[in-house]
């Protein structure tokens, strides 16, 4: 899920400033789970903006707000609403509030869409409704395979791919010592896993052509550019 996380309000307030009447849009996906977008959040931040004087005039959710088919189902018949709104407020990540931008758009209304939230990675949860942590950043080249289905360029403080830095002290990481250390993750499961042989591999330098943005997935061929 892409992880989310809270705007201060007084930064909500400046993104709305000279905006009184809002529309609310969160999403039922990644920001419900992040506890920062789902319908109790957005019915919680309603609340914060009236009090705050602004005037809220519609609360949606749609199930995957970053999804056009899920979003455009939702939005579409409240277009109305939309476009009595001096501005959209999108609890969601920033593929969300683009999304909603872009249906804004399609539905020939120009209408300032902002948003309520940070976004932060691509994470998991750990422990449901308390812990998150970031699982991969999408390098377009990935190396689960070598590494026993653990992710050092995530995972790893600097990112090191051919093996541990040395300076983990008792499991754990140098630069944080509340986090383990990836590469004695990787080594312990690679040799529960009886390939330790494959981490005598040269995994080589990373081919960063394949994270260069902006990207475009083509998804019926499974081709990125
Ligand atoms: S190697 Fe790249 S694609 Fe694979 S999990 Fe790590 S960051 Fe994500
Ligand atoms: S201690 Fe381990 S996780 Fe931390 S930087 Fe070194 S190799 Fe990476």
């Known amino acids: 899920m892409i992880g ?75 277009q109305d609403k939309l476009q009595e709104a001096d501005a ?43 812990l998150a942590l970031e699982q991969c950043q999408e390098c377009g080249q990935c190396i689960l395979n070598e590494t026993g289905g653990i992710c050092p360029v995530t995972k790893c403080a600097k990112g090191l791919l051919e093996g541990p830095c040395g300076g983990a002290q008792d499991g754990k990481c140098e630069a944080d010592l509340s986090r383990d250390c990836a590469w004695i993750l990787i080594y312990n499961r690679m040799q529960a896993l009886g390939e330790l042989d494959k981490l005598k591999r040269y995994m080589g330098p990373k081919d960063y052509s394949k994270a260069a943005r902006p990207r475009t997935l083509y998804i019926k061929e499974g081709r990125v550019t």
Do not use: F
């Not at 930064?11 to 992040?34: P, S, T």
């Open 4 to 78: 989310t996380t809270k705007k201060p309000m007084t930064e909500i307030l400046q993104a709305l400033e000279g905006h009184d009447k809002v529309a609310l849009v969160g999403c039922d996906g990644c920001a419900k789970v992040c506890l920062t977008g789902g319908t109790d959040e957005v019915a919680a931040l309603s609340k914060d903006l009236e009090a705050q004087g602004k005037q809220v005039i519609l609360e949606v959710t749609p199930e995957r707000t970053c999804n056009v088919a899920k979003a455009d189902p939702v939005l579409k018949p409240v």
């Open 88 to 130: 959209v407020l999108v609890l969601g990540c920033g593929g969300a509030v683009q999304i909603t931008r872009h249906l804004t758009e399609v539905y020939g209304l120009t209408i300032p869409v902002k948003t309520g939230l940070d976004s932060v990675g691509h994470m998991d949860t750990l422990v449901p409704g308390t």
